[in-house]
């Protein structure tokens, strides 16, 4: 079975850090790993104080099936529902998202 990986990088809001932090490891990857097709999630900070565009954050999504775009539209239309509440410390602007499918074997 496929094993694609969700990539999200963001930001908290200026001096919202620790909201951010808490609300992504006590609620947010729960709610993301409740979404059929996805699996598995770890977040990660930039050792070297930010990644792309400027982000500080990563969360990677292990995403799995046959169709993980389908599950991606799962996920999507739950945001900003109770089953996917978005943090006010979240900065929105700093979100970038890509799905990656598998290139190559493990």
Known sequence: MARSRYLVFSNPVPGREAEFDA???????????????????????????????????????????????AALKRLRAKVDSAALLISPALDLGSVSASLWLPASEP
Request: positive net charge; aromatic residues 12%; hydrophobic residues 40%.
């Open 23 to 69: 609300w992504y490891d006590r609620r947010h990857l729960k709610d993301v790993l409740a979404t059929p097709g996805f699996v598995a999630a770890q977040r990660f900070r930039s050792a070297a104080g930010e990644g792309p565009d400027g982000t500080r954050y990563l969360a990677m999504y292990e995403v799995v099936g046959r169709d993980p775009v």
